[in-house]
């Protein structure tokens, strides 16, 4: 277990203590976690997700005073595909919060300082987390790396074109009736697609044990099942009912139409409200692409590059590319001067004196990494410079993935 140590607040007297959690802890976290996310989670919920954790994966700060936890950081032994398939492991920060009597004392910076010198120690190439809210994690060297975005297609009104394929072979299915046909097609499909992350067997349990509390207000789940796809849906309200998606995976095109043709076909149903990504082809479907309403647009998956060498050599690229890149990391030391080389798709990623082509921060890095940002609009934003145009467009053509990143799942 790491060792504790006293943090002095920065506008008190008041210290509080950086340690490892306790069995013993685990109520006053829960509790935290209730407070800081603004509902009390099932216990055996918090168990599954434990099972991702070791001893020194926990960080709470606790009052020196009373003893109470005041803040807490955890991180989850995750795997997360890259383009090209390859798979790095990765910590996925989860469970932060500080309590709200507690605030602006510098806890949170404490926190994630230990929490990310244990990443380290542990030899992650890379860490990951999906923020509350947007402007807290660039300061920790993390970007937003994949996009989350909705649909709301108002089925009434939604008409397939003649030309577009009816591939067909979709059926109803209970989820907890065909639990290793779900997660053989989850297992295919996020192994081609750069922010698929391995859903072990106790995160399994716990999707399918569909609890009262996830619901909120709606139906259990209902799910249609496809040889290469399903989709998990929930159905709410009374008059009008509508229908949420909540797990839309498709291991090919035609699984992903024919999923598509089968939500729309639920007569009774006004809406019908898909969580996708930018690239989703649902709009070109139909005749009418308005039918298909963009209602959210948000980063989903954030991503901190801890091993600069290890993460770029690790994923493949789509065009040959040389620079050196300067990387800045204003939290830890992981950045520096690289020079990067690629060939052929793969890379090589090597320290350097030699001068710098581009410098960035390493947030801009991460949000880079699994190509869904493009250099360019970072240079436009003044958040990258290089040396001319002609790079940043070879940056571009590098990084691009041809399969469009989406988050595995939240955690």
Not at 72 to 83: D, E, F, G, W
Not at 120 to 139: F, H, K, N, V
Request: hydrophobic share 40%.
């Amino acid at each position: 277990m790491a060792p504790s140590s006293p943090v002095l607040a920065s506008d008190t007297s008041t210290a509080v203590e950086i340690r490892s959690a306790t069995d013993a802890d685990w109520p006053a976290i829960s509790l935290l976690d209730a407070t800081s996310f603004g509902r009390f989670g099932h216990p055996e919920s918090l168990t599954a997700w434990r099972s991702l954790m070791s001893t020194d994966s926990t960080v709470l700060a606790c009052d020196r005073d009373g003893g109470d936890v005041v803040g807490m950081a955890h991180y989850l032994a995750m795997r997360l595909t890259v383009p090209g398939g390859a798979v790095l492991p990765m910590a996925g920060v989860t469970l932060v919060g500080v309590a709200p009597t507690h605030r602006r004392r510098g806890i949170l910076r404490a926190m994630c300082t230990e929490l990310h010198n244990r990443i380290a120690d542990a030899g992650y190439p890379i860490a990951g987390l999906t923020a509350s809210e947007g402007g807290i994690y660039g300061r920790f060297g993390y970007g937003p790396a994949t996009i989350e975005q909705e649909f709301t297609v108002d089925r009434r009104f939604a008409r397939f074109r003649d030309d577009a394929p009816d591939p067909g072979g979709v059926r109803m299915a209970k989820p907890g009736d065909h639990r290793d046909d779900l997660a053989e097609i989850y297992e295919r499909w996020r192994l081609h697609t750069p922010g698929g992350l391995v859903r072990p067997e106790a995160l399994w349990d716990e999707l399918l044990a569909d609890r009262e509390w996830v619901r909120r207000g709606g139906t259990e789940w209902y799910t249609f099942l496809h040889p290469d796809g399903y989709a998990m849906y929930r159905i709410f309200g009374d008059d009008p009912m509508f229908v949420r998606v909540g797990e839309f995976i498709a291991a090919t095109t035609d699984a992903g139409i024919a999923l598509c043709r089968a939500l729309l076909g639920l007569d009774l149903m006004e809406t019908v409200v898909f969580g996708t990504h930018p690239s989703d082809p649902l709009p070109y479907l139909l005749t009418d692409h308005r039918v298909a309403r963009v209602t959210h647009y948000e980063d989903d998956l954030w991503l901190r590059i801890m091993d600069i060498p290890a993460a770029l050599e690790a994923r493949i690229y789509q065009s040959d590319v040389s620079a050196v890149l300067e990387v800045s990391d204003g939290f830890r030391s992981d950045g520096g001067r690289f020079a990067l080389e690629v060939h052929d798709g793969r890379a090589r990623c090597t320290p350097t004196s030699a001068p710098a082509d581009a410098s960035m921060g390493l947030d801009v890095l991460g949000s880079m990494y699994l190509g869904s940002h493009k250099a360019s609009s970072f240079a436009s934003a003044n958040r990258l410079h290089s040396n001319g145009s002609g790079l940043l467009a070879r940056l571009d053509a590098a990084f691009v993935s041809d399969v469009p990143a989406v988050l595995g799942y939240g955690f």
